[in-house]
């Protein structure tokens, strides 16, 4: 992560579902992917303020999503509890803060938050603004968990003080793709942009 000025020392960032951001809002977002959005936002004593986007035009330097990015990084993150979780025989690591709500951010960065070296391929879910899923996809079998995932995700979303979304996402360049389910809801459906990829992993 490269460090940037400090300039504007309280901006963060969140990763958030479109649908979360109220109608009308002015907020300054970003495309995610997938039906993500990644938020401008101050960190306050009165929580978390959205920076409008005529103040975000008006902010010193040019990069106010690169220092928003940098300063969640590494400020919010570094105390992160990571670990493993097993449901229904599925692996999957667990990003948590309490009470945090800059945790979804993470997200961002899985290689690194989640202590996945090497990793370019996972399948994420954000079901708590203080919480986030990792999942490695190495092969094709790996797809597969998405439905497991999906179930935690709905679990925790559905029990959460802070709720963000029960969708799974397979991350890939710092890019997020939706994953859908067929009719019954047990096969996974990829977007069509991800068929080649799943193609060149091994079974």
Same mark, same amino acid.
């Given at each position: 992560?490269?460090?940037?000025?400090?300039?504007?020392?309280?901006l963060?960032l969140?990763?958030l579902p479109?649908e979360? +951001?109220?109608?009308g809002?002015t907020?300054t977002?970003r495309d995610?992917g997938?039906?993500?959005v990644?938020?401008?936002v101050?960190?306050?004593?009165?929580?978390?303020?959205? !920076?409008a986007r005529?103040?975000?035009a008006t902010?010193e330097?040019?990069?106010?999503?690169?220092?928003?990015?940098?300063?969640?990084?590494?400020l919010?993150?570094?105390?992160a509890?990571v670990?493993?979780h097993?449901?229904?025989?599925v692996t999957?690591?667990? +990003?948590a803060?309490?009470g945090?709500p800059?945790?979804t951010?993470?997200l961002?960065w899985?290689?690194?938050?989640?202590?996945?070296?090497?990793m370019?391929?996972?399948? !994420?879910?954000a079901?708590?603004?203080?919480a986030v899923?990792?999942?490695?996809v190495?092969?094709?079998?790996?797809?597969?968990t998405a439905?497991?995932?999906?179930?935690?995700?709905?679990l +925790?979303t559905g029990r959460?003080?802070d709720?963000c979304?029960?969708?799974?996402f #397979? #991350?890939?360049?710092g890019?997020?793709h939706r +994953?859908?389910?067929d009719e019954d809801?047990?096969q996974? !459906?990829?977007?069509?942009e991800?068929g080649? !990829?799943?193609?060149t992993l091994?079974?």
């Amino acid at each position: 992560m490269r460090r940037v000025p400090d300039s504007q020392p309280d901006l963060r960032l969140q990763l958030l579902p479109l649908e979360l +951001i109220a109608h009308g809002a002015t907020d300054t977002l970003r495309d995610a992917g997938g039906g993500l959005v990644s938020r401008l936002v101050r960190r306050s004593e009165r929580g978390v303020v959205p !920076v409008a986007r005529d103040e975000a035009a008006t902010l010193e330097g040019s990069e106010p999503f690169a220092t928003a990015a940098e300063h969640t990084f590494r400020l919010e993150l570094s105390d992160a509890d990571v670990r493993d979780h097993e449901t229904s025989g599925v692996t999957f690591r667990m +990003i948590a803060i309490d009470g945090s709500p800059f945790v979804t951010a993470a997200l961002f960065w899985p290689d690194t938050t989640a202590n996945c070296p090497g990793m370019t391929d996972a399948l !994420v879910c954000a079901p708590r603004l203080s919480a986030v899923l990792v999942r490695p996809v190495l092969t094709q079998a790996d797809i597969g968990t998405a439905r497991t995932l999906s179930s935690v995700a709905r679990l +925790i979303t559905g029990r959460a003080a802070d709720p963000c979304t029960d969708g799974v996402f #397979w #991350w890939r360049e710092g890019r997020f793709h939706r +994953i859908d389910f067929d009719e019954d809801g047990f096969q996974p !459906v990829l977007p069509t942009e991800l068929g080649p !990829v799943a193609a060149t992993l091994p079974l």
